[in-house]
C-alpha cells in the first residue's frame, strides 16, 4: 500500500450516518441532509485500517491525512495544495495577555484565503465522485471564493448564493474571478442558506455548505495538524463560530486522534461569537441544550453574521464533550485584536478571525482556560479578504521626491521609541 506517499491506495471506508434518527445512506447519497428526518448527516470513518501510525502520509496538507478521509482508492484529489498551514508561538500577544504558551493557527495561508479551503478539497472531489456537474453555496463569502476556485479546478460550474451586502470585497472578487455565477439574495444568509437547502432536491446542484459531512471530513484536519506540530494536543482550542460547522469538524479531529490513542487528551473546545450573532454562546451561558435564533444578526465580523446556525447541534455537542464553552464579544474587542494580530505579530487576519483573541481576555479572567496552558486560537481567514475593516485604512505620508524632505521624515520615525509603526 502507497501510504508514505499519501497515494491513491491510502483511503478510509466510512458509512455516512444521520446524527438525528441513525438512518444510514447509501454510499452515492447527494442530498445535503438526512432523506428520512431532515436531520445533519456525519461521517463515521473506520479507524481500524489507520492504527495510531498509518493515520498520515509522507506528503504535506490535507491530503497527508487520506487515510482517515473519505475518498474512494481511485480517486484523483481535486487540489490547490491547502493545508500545512503555519502554526506561530505568539511571543508579543502572549506578553500583551500574561498568558505563557499561546499559539496562532494561521488558515489565511491557504489557497483562497480561508480554513474552506480544507473542506472543499474533500467535497469537490466528493462532487466528482459523483459525477455531478454543478456545485451549489450559501455564503458569508469565504465558501463562495473557495467553492468557486475548487470548482475551477474540477471544470464544475458554481453557484454561489450571497446575502444583500456586507460580504467582504475579496471574497466576492475571487468568486467573480473563477467564473462562479453569483445570485445576491434578498436577505441575510440565514434566508440564503434556508433557501438553498429547501430546493436543493431535484435542483440538479450539489450543496457544498458546510453541512455537507464531506466538507467536514477535510476541515477536520487542521486538529490533526496541530497536533503533529505541537506533538501533543492543545489544552484549549479557540475559534470563531459562524454556521458551526468548523468547531464541529475540528472537535471529530481530535475525537478520532484520541480515539486512535495518537492524542493522550482533547482540547477543550471554545466558540467565540460576535456579541450581536451569539445563539451558541447565549445557549451554553444558560446551560440550554438548544439556541434561540437571532434575527437581524449584526456584526463587523461579516464571516460570523449567522443568527440560525445550521450546525448549532453539533456545535453544542462539541463544546460540552470536551468540556469547553462559548463566549460573545463586541465588534470593538473584535477590531482591537485585528490590529493586534496585525502589529504586534504580522498576522493579517479578516475580523471574524481576530475574534479568538478579542475573547482571551474574558477566558482568563472567567478562568474558562489559564495562563499556564497551552491555548491556540485559529485564524481563520486572511486579512485582505476584507479591505473595509477600519484596521485597513491607508494613512500615507505624502512628500517630495528630494532626499531633504525623506531625510525630515525618517528623522521623524527613528525618533519615537520603538514599536510597530504607524503613520
Ligand atoms: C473567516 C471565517 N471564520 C469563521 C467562520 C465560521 O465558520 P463556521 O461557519 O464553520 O462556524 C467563517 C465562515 O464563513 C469564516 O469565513
Ligand atoms: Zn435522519
Not at 455516512?16 to 438512518?23: A, D, K, L, R, V
Not at 461569537?273 to 445563539?279: D, E, K, L, M, R
Amino acid at each position: 500500500m502507497d501510504v508514505a506517499s499519501g497515494g491513491k491506495a491510502a483511503s478510509a471506508s466510512y458509512s455516512i450516518t444521520c446524527t438525528e434518527c441513525g438512518h444510514e445512506a447509501p454510499q452515492n447519497f447527494k442530498a445535503p441532509l438526512c432523506n428520512r428526518c431532515g436531520g445533519l448527516l456525519t461521517i463515521e470513518i473506520s479507524l481500524e485500517g489507520a492504527g495510531a501510525k498509518g493515520w498520515r502520509t509522507g506528503q504535506p496538507g490535507v491530503w497527508r491525512y487520506r487515510p482517515l478521509l473519505p475518498v474512494a482508492r481511485e480517486t484523483e484529489p481535486v487540489s490547490l495544495g491547502e493545508g500545512g498551514t503555519p502554526l506561530l508561538k505568539s511571543q508579543r500577544l502572549q506578553e500583551k495577555f500574561g498568558i505563557k504558551n499561546l499559539y496562532v493557527k494561521y488558515e489565511g495561508t491557504n489557497p483562497t484565503g480561508s480554513f474552506k479551503d480544507r473542506g472543499m478539497t474533500v467535497g469537490v472531489t466528493r462532487a466528482l465522485e459523483l459525477k455531478e456537474r454543478v456545485v451549489a453555496c450559501a455564503s458569508t463569502g469565504n465558501t463562495s471564493a473557495s467553492l468557486a476556485a475548487y470548482a475551477a479546478r474540477a471544470g464544475l460550474r458554481a453557484v454561489v448564493l450571497i446575502p444583500s451586502g456586507g460580504v467582504g470585497k475579496g471574497k466576492l472578487t475571487q468568486a467573480a474571478a473563477a467564473g462562479a455565477h453569483i445570485i445576491e439574495v434578498e436577505g441575510a444568509f440565514d434566508d440564503a442558506i434556508k433557501l438553498l437547502l429547501d430546493s436543493a432536491g431535484g435542483s440538479g446542484v450539489y450543496v457544498l455548505n458546510s453541512v455537507n459531512p464531506f466538507r467536514i471530513e477535510g476541515q477536520k484536519t487542521v486538529a490533526f495538524e496541530v497536533c503533529e506540530q505541537l506533538g501533543r494536543a492543545p489544552d484549549n482550542f479557540v475559534l470563531p463560530v459562524g454556521n458551526a460547522g468548523n468547531i464541529s469538524a475540528a472537535w471529530k479531529g481530535f475525537s478520532e486522534l484520541e480515539k486512535l490513542g495518537v492524542i493522550d487528551s482533547a482540547p477543550r473546545m471554545i466558540g467565540v461569537q460576535a456579541s450581536g450573532a451569539s445563539p451558541i454562546a447565549e445557549a451554553v451561558s444558560k446551560g440550554s441544550q438548544s439556541i434561540g435564533e437571532v434575527r437581524n444578526p449584526q456584526t463587523v465580523a461579516s464571516a460570523i453574521r449567522i443568527g440560525k446556525p445550521v450546525s448549532w447541534k453539533k456545535a453544542l455537542q462539541a463544546i460540552s464533550e470536551s468540556k469547553g464553552t462559548a463566549v460573545a464579544v463586541e465588534d470593538e474587542e473584535i477590531i482591537r485584536a485585528q490590529g493586534l494580530l496585525s502589529t504586534l505579530e504580522g498576522i493579517f487576519v479578516e475580523p471574524a478571525s481576530a475574534a479568538p483573541v478579542a475573547a482571551l481576555r474574558r477566558l482568563l479572567e472567567t478562568k474558562a482556560i489559564d495562563r499556564d496552558e497551552l491555548t491556540v486560537c485559529v485564524a481563520t481567514g486572511h486579512g485582505l479578504k476584507d479591505p473595509e475593516s477600519p484596521i485597513c485604512e491607508v494613512r500615507a505620508k505624502r512628500m517630495g521626491a528630494d532626499a531633504a524632505s525623506l531625510k525630515k521624515a525618517l528623522d521623524e520615525i527613528t525618533s519615537r521609541p520603538s514599536g510597530p509603526s504607524s503613520n
